[in-house]
């Protein structure tokens, strides 16, 4: 065998396996869906002209996963295969084609459909009602994600009409329309967490929430496209899908019977304009033979149905010459660089502004003075810079050159270590970051105060009545009435909005006050293990990183924050001013003993006898202390089903006592009876 083929296998199934991982785990993409299926051809043709490097664990033979540790799994009734895809006409052509070589000369319908953007799902009717759906998995078993399901209005939980069969199992797709995921990510960009990339990986991550409350805020939605069973009301699939439509699902009405191909060729070239005017996202479409006797004459591969494929549609891309390079400064101090476009046309939005997120990317496009840049959205809302057209380089422009200085308060930039962040130092007297924080605060998810926006915040930091969000508690009505916009009433209602934040629960106070890199969940894990402000001011970051979903990374920023003398005279006053500053004595758990006083416990796995939330208080209540991650600190580990492999391994390389829930009960005193 040639070695350099040799190592091109292993190399692409290095890379495959780590793809796959930050796409279906992750939710991270290095590389667009199309880069993916090149690598994987690749992979295959190398793989069939040597049978001698077979593998079972290649990426050629597995579907995808998005299987988490925090389900329940299940078997699928019928397995979810993916689709072959193809990238134009000609390839789809070829697949009818085949087609019709597979069926022996028949004649056949092929029913077009639009392919949704978002994340599949299973759901299994008896009698008419809802009883389980599974997400995808790894096509052969999924995430029991019912009652996440339950919270999607467009599912319906019984159905109406008539003539469903007794038992059937009906598949689609799961996604959050553009409006919800713009609202989420102003949310997101509001509370300083990570943005979603795009509307696939924020429905995917939604449907994984443990909490049902935030899966039904969110506001996703459902489009249903397949039925499986063994008494379908019709033979065909179009016929049955308009009957899954009278049941009360929903079912594009781009779905549309095609009879040769002209009318295929028709479809594409009609939707590749028309899905641009789409409320949700699509990437592609699916084409389907419409009888089901004739998908099962054709069959399937290892991978795939040979009886549908998929089509994806190119990114949209534009090409445009860049103004000028500006430098936005965030409320935590971190510097943006954004280019400033000639406006372009771009999925149906005028395009004048993209990030170019930090220092690296520039260099690494090589972007200079005046170039003509690709832009593209292709599946996400955010347009990004994609490429250089160097050819088109004027003569003597100049490479873009990052700020060293900030550009909003002069302050020398310094670099995060390990991060290709820039930051301004100047947390106190950098305005952008002043009213930054003080426009975080006031959040309806944080403090909030209804009437003070971005606007309102930076004039009140001009007129110098708020310079830090403790003095927010000084303001008055007359001193409003000299902002212009205000008037009585308006003032007043803020004045009460303020009066009324007192009594925001703590959590979210610690959420208010912009520690870096403590979002909304990490604030709730914070504010109940320390149970008060003095107590979180004091403990170490040794003590920290014990808690829950806080890595050395975050423990390092909350004592950071409370060691500037400036934050702590900040906290002082909002105490002085009746901000809530712990948790009430009453809703503060008592310790049922100190059995497990100075024991630190890391849970893994699913149980049978309580929650993993409900062993957390357990542990907590007996004095013991819960991390998230094992370390040489971790006493023991509580195992359920399905503990994660690479926990098991770190705990029997440490040495770690590993028990189970019969063991950890006995432990603190309670019965396993």
């Known amino acids: 065998m040639n070695a350099s083929e040799s190592d091109r296998i292993l190399h692409l199934r290095k890379e495959l396996h780590r793809h796959n991982y930050n796409y279906y785990v992750a939710n991270s993409p290095e590389i667009s869906d199309r880069e993916f299926d090149i690598l994987l051809k690749e992979l295959e043709e190398l793989e069939n002209r040597h049978p001698e490097m077979y593998d079972p664990n290649s990426p050629t033979q597995r579907v995808g996963s998005d299987i988490s540790s925090g389900f ?16 134009s006409i000609d390839d789809v052509d070829s697949w009818v084609r085949r087609t019709t070589e597979g069926l022996a000369g028949q004649d056949f319908t092929v029913v077009g459909e639009l ?3 978002g994340t599949g799902i299973s759901l299994i009717y008896e009698h008419g009602k809802l009883v389980r759906a599974v997400t995808r998995g790894d096509g052969e078993k999924g995430d029991i994600v019912t009652e996440n399901i339950r919270t999607i209005r467009s599912i319906p939980l019984e159905l109406q009409g008539s003539g469903w069969p007794d038992f059937f199992e009906i598949r689609g797709e799961i996604v959050l ?32 929430l443990l909490n049902h409350q935030e899966v039904a805020r969110r506001g996703l939605d459902a489009y249903l496209y397949y039925l499986l069973g063994e008494n379908l009301p019709c033979d065909n699939h179009y016929d049955n899908m308009m009957a899954a439509r009278s049941w009360g699902f929903k079912v594009s009405d781009a779905m549309t019977k095609l009879q040769d191909l002209e009318e295929i060729d028709e479809f594409i070239r009609k939707w590749d304009i028309e899905r641009k005017q789409s409320p949700v996202a699509t990437d592609g479409l699916v084409f389907k033979i419409n009888s089901i006797k004739q998908q099962l004459n054709l069959g399937f591969t290892a991978k795939s149905p040979r009886w549908a494929v998929a089509y994806k549609f190119s990114a949209e891309r ?6 000028s390079v500006s430098f936005d400064v965030g409320r935590m101090g971190n510097i943006t660089p954004v280019a400033n476009l000639e406006p372009v046309l771009l999925s149906g939005t005028i395009v004048k502004r993209a990030s170019l997120h930090n220092e690296d990317i520039i260099k690494a496009l090589d972007i200079h003075q005046g170039d003509m840049l690709y832009v593209e959205k292709g599946g996400e809302i955010i347009p990004k810079i994609t490429g250089v057209d160097s050819d088109s380089r004027l003569p003597d422009a100049e490479p873009v050159k990052f700020v060293s200085h900030c550009p909003a308060c002069g302050t020398r930039l310094i670099r995060v270590e390990g991060e290709a962040a820039w930051v301004c130092p100047n947390k106190q007297g950098c305005v952008p970051q002043i009213v930054g924080r003080i426009e975080h605060f006031v959040g309806r998810r944080m403090m909030n105060i209804d009437g003070i926006g971005e606007e309102t915040a930076a004039a009140l930091h001009a007129h110098g009545f708020v310079n830090n969000i403790a003095d927010l508690y000084n303001l008055t009505v007359p001193d409003l009435l000299k902002i ?11 004045i009460d909005g303020i009066a009324a934040s007192k009594t925001v629960p703590f959590e979210r106070v610690i959420f208010a006050l912009s520690i870096p890199f403590v979002g909304e969940t990490t604030a709730k894990k914070v504010a109940k293990a320390a149970k008060s402000i003095d107590r ?13 979903d806080v890595g050395p990374k975050i423990a390092v920023s909350i004592s950071e924050y409370f060691g500037d003398q400036e934050n702590r005279e900040i906290v002082e006053r909002l105490k002085a001013a009746g901000v809530t500053m712990e948790i009430p004595q009453e809703t503060t758990d008592t310790p049922m003993s100190d059995i497990l006083a100075g024991k630190t416990f890391v849970i893994s796995g699913v149980f049978s006898r309580h929650s993993r939330d409900e062993y957390k208080d357990l542990i907590e209540s007996h004095g013991g202390k819960n991390a998230g991650s094992i370390s040489k600190k971790t006493d023991y580990v509580l195992a359920g089903d399905n503990m994660g492999p690479a926990k098991l391994e770190k705990a029997n390389n440490l040495g770690i006592p590993i028990i189970n829930e019969d063991e950890f009960l006995k432990m603190i005193g309670t019965s396993t009876e």
């Open 72 to 87: 329940i799994q299940a078997a699928h009734i019928y397995p979810m295969l993916s689709l072959a895809n193809t990238y």
């Open 115 to 117: 392919k949704f953007d």
């Open 177 to 208: 329309p553009w409006a919800a995921f713009d609202r989420l990510n102003r949310q997101r960009a509001d509370a300083g967490e990570p943005l979603f990339a795009n509307p696939r990986n924020a429905a995917s991550g939604t449907l994984k």
């Open 318 to 323: 534009a090409l445009t010459r860049l103004r």
């Open 484 to 494: 212009e916009g205000f008037a009585e009433k308006s003032a007043a209602r803020v």
């Open 536 to 548: 979180l001011m004091a403990m170490p970051a040794y003590e920290l990183e014990a808690i829950e």
